[in-house]
């Protein structure tokens, strides 16, 4: 079997820098070249009611979104990419350094099964 | 227990439609209508080089997104909302009414588990 895509989901707790709207477009602009995706599309909004950021990176290998909620400390991401050039997982580290979490937890989904 | 989100992630295989960028787009507000979340944003692109379309809508309520290989029959879709007022499974329906997939698999993942 083989996946058309990756699918990493990452759940972080205890961040910093998940109020600022630049901050959040930093860390997806460094993600997305950390992955080796191209990015398409880039939307980055304040989250109402709570100082929370949304951002959206649309990739030609699918997207890479953080929608954050500062007042308890927690981020989620989501990097989505297909390709054997890319690689969801080193968006991690940058997420990392970017946040400095507590907590973390990471999840991959195999999209797109099929028999090889 | 309770969680900040809900993250359905649905697998399309045998669809129709998918290569329509007017389709997906209709699928799309379809379905953030069924969810009774509110559109930011909706971005729409098509996906070289196999025909496929890449769209995703913002929400403020986090995202919809469905990214097609019409060569295979394959869409990867994955609607994440966040609040009481919204259902990211009323989107299911929508979905399978507008691509007439043959299979469908669906998973949930509860994002921002917290303590009550």
């Known amino acids: ?13 205890g961040c910093q820098n998940i109020d600022s709207l630049q901050a959040v477009e930093e860390a997806i602009r460094d993600a997305v070249a950390a992955t080796n995706a191209t990015l398409r599309d880039l939307q980055v909004f304040p989250w109402e009611p709570y100082n929370g950021v949304s951002g959206i990176a649309i990739l030609s290998e699918s997207h890479l979104s953080i929608h954050t909620w500062p007042e308890l400390g927690y981020a989620a991401v989501d990097v989505f990419t297909c390709g054997e050039h890319t690689d969801p997982e080193a968006a991690i580290p940058v997420l990392r350094e970017r946040f400095r979490p507590q907590r973390m937890e990471v999840m991959q989904v195999s999209r797109g099964m099929i028999v090889d």
């Open 1 to 13: 079997m083989k996946s058309l895509g990756r699918h990493v989901i990452v759940e972080l707790w």
